[in-house]
């Protein structure tokens, strides 16, 4: 299982990074400081950092150029709400192997993650890991193809998603919030719908009884 080090000083923003990338099969540990992210990376096994530049002692900049100047070839991440070109080509320019703006949607941030490790966390198909399959169900996320005991049916870039999440945690019950966060994004709106909305889309075209509603809790693939 991959670790993946979160350096944010917004606690609401790592936190939700924490959950959502644990929600997708990740070991995580965050931190709010720079000096702490340089002793973690050199001393622990960090398979990626999600890295913030305006941190309160050293700033992502700073780190970035410290761990690649000391040979640490971790991939990195970095997240930030700096969107200008020249800070983009700053980050890149020291190591940096991807670059986000905030705000940010958590589907895109999971897609980069998984593009930088090379390697697929869930249960997939050994002889391809770009294919997850549960029973009937096979997610092609190369293809961004659903099929449905053989039959392939088209989904949303939010069904799908939701599919994965749920895809990747087959038998588990997923919250209401983790579904949230994972999919939607840290500014998704605590009081909507869209879960149940997106739910009942799924339900649609999967067949009703494959996603189940836990009463109090959340949902689950069965």
């Known amino acids: 299982m991959s670790t993946i080090l979160v350096v944010e000083d917004e606690a609401r923003i790592a936190s939700f990074l924490a959950k959502g990338l644990r929600a997708a099969g990740y070991t995580t540990q965050v931190t709010a400081s720079g000096l702490q992210a340089l002793e973690v990376v050199l001393q622990e096994d960090i398979d990626l950092v999600v890295l913030d530049i305006g941190l309160p002692d ?4 700073e780190v970035l150029e410290r761990l690649r100047g000391q040979g640490v070839s971790t991939p ?3 997240l930030t709400a700096r969107s200008s070109v020249a800070d983009r080509v700053a ?6 192997d991807d670059y986000m703006p905030k705000p940010f949607s958590f589907e895109e941030l999971l897609a980069r993650v998984r593009v930088r490790l090379r390697s697929e966390t869930a249960p997939a198909d050994p002889a391809d890991p ?3 399959t549960h029973k009937d169900l096979v997610l092609d996320l190369r293809g961004r193809t659903m099929e449905v005991a053989g039959d392939t049916v088209e989904l949303s870039a939010r069904e799908f998603a939701l599919a994965e999440t749920f895809m990747r945690h087959p038998g588990q019950v997923l919250s209401r919030e983790q579904l949230l966060s994972t999919v939607w994004g840290y500014d998704f709106d605590p009081g909507s719908n869209v879960v149940e909305v ?3 889309y799924l339900r649609s075209k999967l067949g009703k009884e494959r996603v189940q ?5 959340g949902y689950r693939l069965v």
């Open 91 to 96: 980050g890149l320019e020291r190591g940096a």
């Open 76 to 78: 990195v991440i970095m």
């Open 198 to 200: 997106y739910v009942s």
């Open 213 to 217: 509603t836990v009463r109090g809790m």
């Open 58 to 61: 050293i700033d992502g900049f």
């Open 130 to 132: 770009v294919r997850i």
